[in-house]
């Protein structure tokens, strides 16, 4: 039996490498694509596993036969599927959200969807905005409010041009030591980002799709790549248009946002919702000028989204 790290998946063949180095193409014995598992992909990158020789005449391939519990994981609604979810990476130190604010414009519903997500399973969550080198006043100005804006409610915020190569340097040692899920919209610069921290890497770059303004999907699956210089591990994902919130109910998402839940004790019930109930201690929190307005309306956005489950 060999132990191993998932770095690729395809769907039925997956790129592992194992703990003496070397790499594999592997299938999934076909009992865990029915042995309870709800998610669209039963395997996913970041997962450790065990493989064994495939058995039978003429077979001369590894099979992964176990899969090794995680320590977490993060998800999405299943690109056909909104009631079932995809695993998108598994085993993660960390999260990092690459952002823009122009060419394409990352909205705050999308990075605060992509927080809820990471909070929910115990991720932490950077926010990198890249592009500086394109922005002007008026860009600059709506950085330094969002990074207030998240730096109040607990995250760490930065600025880098790969263009430039100006913020290169922090965003580097962040990832030192860690395993880093990478994600945002396709055109942010998360290929480029590869191809700057990982030797002899030239992934395919596309940029902006002039008619939607959105950018041009370029990663088709999440894939693990090795940082050797920095003793770290880096998961691409493929550009992601939105999450959808998976299995939050609307009792919960407020547990999700770290500038409500330090204040949810004082609300007068302890299924308020934030909305009309009285005394709520965010509205009061709101009013009196101690939480982001703009956090809570897309904490209110969140909530109408969230279709209850039917029992």
């Known amino acids: 039996m060999i132990r191993a790290r998932v770095y690729k998946s395809t769907g039925s063949w997956y790129t592992v490498r194992a703990v003496d180095g070397n790499f594999y193409t592997v299938r999934i014995k076909g009992i865990f694509k029915i042995d309870g598992i709800t998610s669209t992909n039963p395997v996913a990158v970041g997962d450790w596993v065990n493989l064994e020789m495939e058995a039978g005449p003429g077979s001369a391939g590894m099979m992964i036969t176990e899969i090794s519990k995680r320590n977490n994981y993060i998800n999405r609604q299943s690109p056909g599927n909104k009631h079932q979810h995809h695993i998108i990476a598994s085993n993660l130190d960390q999260s990092l959200l690459l952002a823009t604010l122009k060419d394409p414009k990352t909205s705050q519903g999308f990075i605060d969807r992509f927080l809820v997500a990471g909070e929910a399973y115990h991720i932490p969550s950077i926010i990198v905005f890249n592009k500086s080198d394109i922005y002007r006043k008026k860009e600059m100005d709506h950085f330094q409010e969002r990074k207030d804006m998240y730096e109040a409610a607990g995250y760490k915020v930065m600025l880098m041009s790969l263009e430039n190569k100006t913020g290169m340097?922090?965003?580097?040692?962040?990832?030192?030591?860690?395993?880093?899920?990478?994600?945002?919209?396709?055109?942010?610069?998360?290929?480029?980002?590869?191809?700057?921290?990982?030797?002899?890497?030239?992934?395919?770059?596309?940029?902006v799709s002039g008619r939607s303004g959105k950018g041009i999907h370029t990663t088709t699956f999440a894939e693990m790549?090795?940082?050797?210089?920095?003793?770290?591990?880096?998961?691409?994902?493929?550009?992601?248009?939105?999450?959808?919130l998976v299995d939050i109910s609307k009792q919960e998402l407020s547990h999700y946002f770290p500038e409500m839940r330090s204040r949810l004790n004082d609300c007068q019930f302890n299924n308020c919702l934030h909305i009309n109930e009285p005394g709520c201690a965010i509205k009061k929190a709101l009013e009196e000028g101690k939480l982001s307005f703009n956090r809570y309306v897309s904490y209110c956005m969140m909530l109408d989204s969230i279709e209850e489950k039917s029992y």
Not at 195 to 205: G, S
Not at 225 to 244: K, M, Q, S, W
């Open 169 to 207: 340097e922090e965003v580097e040692e962040i990832l030192r030591n860690k395993t880093s899920l990478l994600s945002g919209h396709s055109g942010v610069g998360k290929s480029s980002f590869i191809n700057a921290v990982v030797p002899d890497r030239e992934l395919k770059t596309q940029g």
């Open 225 to 244: 790549y090795d940082l050797p210089l920095l003793n770290a591990h880096v998961i691409d994902t493929p550009g992601i248009r939105e999450f959808g």
